[in-house]
């Protein structure tokens, strides 16, 4: 039987296993911010509707980005250095873009409940009893030089479990709390907006069962301290990754992507229409058909000019440049019309 304690076990999990998973971890990560960049420079130069939710977007971003290279540096020290402060920063960063992964979850749950105070009152209980943990955690960490693997190394981790334990179920009951919201409703059947929402909540949840239940399974197995951690950082690049992507994609949803709405008449004319959705529980039942069936129509009626537009590039620029000018208006025609 292996003795994960042994000095010569130790080292091989951390130089072949530990470094590398985190490297490649790492590295997946910066694939994607670079190649989602373009999210940003659209809100920076007007293409896109601001939102305060960008905010809580680029936190989390920002601060996987920043444990990342905090992580790889310290995996590729050559000399001794200050490990606790290190580990302290790393470990805040790291937190941070937990948490702030966790809030998109929180506002979105607030959104899917059209903000009632009980749900939001619990959903953000349980975000604050996350962010008290993490305090309790990071206040608790030590770390120090081992000569042996070359590199700072936190010790007692085991110590952590609790952090791990309570961050995995209170990322769970949040997004249980956003299908529940999606499936009360049967948003996930009938409008295309929760549709979008129930199919990536189940998406999410998937993901956020397997990457925090693997750094909870081995914290509690407790083999050594290399294993206790190994699964932590690469958990928090699928959540960052996950989270962001969720928040792009309905954003695009609702906004219609760059390519095909770059007027401001037809980004209004959308956003009246999501502020009334977000109100459906005031309408009657005939009221909310109606607007469903108004977003619904005029996403396709969207669709079918985008077609029509690069089909007519292709026989004629001339007749490009006029469908292109006109695909604005026609499309808040459609809706103003079906509303």
């Not at 072949?16 to 971890?25: N, R, S």
């Not at 009980?118 to 305090?135: D, E, F, H, P, R």
């Not at 037809?266 to 005939?286: D, E, I, M």
Request: hydrophobic share 50%; proline share 3%; with cysteine.
């Amino acid at each position: 039987m292996v003795d994960f304690n042994s000095p010569a076990v130790i080292e091989r999990d951390f130089n072949v296993v530990l470094k590398h998973f985190w490297h490649i971890a790492f590295g997946i990560f910066i694939w994607e911010y670079i190649t989602t960049l373009d999210y940003e420079w659209d809100i920076i130069r007007g293409r896109r509707p601001y939102r305060w939710t960008i905010w809580i977007y680029l936190l989390t971003r920002m601060a996987t980005l920043i444990a990342g290279i905090l992580v790889l540096t310290n995996l590729n020290l050559a000399i001794p250095v200050n490990c606790q402060v290190l580990a302290s920063f790393e470990l805040i960063f790291s937190y941070t873009g937990f948490l702030a992964a966790s809030l998109l979850i929180v506002i979105r749950v607030a959104a899917i409940w059209n903000r009632n105070k009980l749900i939001v009152g619990i959903a953000t209980a349980v975000w604050l009893t996350n962010v008290g943990v993490t305090i309790w955690g990071i206040v608790r960490i030590r770390s120090a030089w081992n000569p042996l693997l070359q590199s700072c190394i936190v010790f007692n981790t085991e110590d952590n479990k609790p952090n791990i334990v309570v961050t995995t179920i209170s990322d769970a009951i949040l997004l249980i709390a956003v299908l529940v919201g999606l499936h009360r409703e049967g948003g996930g059947v009938v409008f295309p907006l929760g549709r979008l929402l129930w199919n990536q909540g189940i998406i999410w949840l998937a993901i956020a069962t397997v990457t925090e239940a693997l750094p909870m399974a081995f914290i509690i197995l407790n083999l050594n301290d290399t294993w206790n951690i190994m699964f932590q950082f690469p958990s928090l690049v699928i959540m960052a990754i996950a989270a962001t992507r969720m928040h792009r994609s309905l954003s695009d949803f609702v906004f219609g992507s760059t390519e095909g709405l770059h007027s401001r008449s037809t980004v209004r004319s959308l956003r009246g229409l999501t502020r009334a959705t977000s109100k459906l529980n005031t309408f009657a039942p005939t009221q909310i058909n109606r607007i469903e069936v108004a977003v619904d129509v005029a996403y396709e009626q969207h669709q079918m000019s985008q077609t029509k537009k690069c089909t007519d590039e292709q026989l004629d620029d001339k007749s490009h440049t006029t469908s292109k000018s006109g695909h604005g208006s026609d499309l808040e025609s459609t809706m103003e019309n079906r509303v």
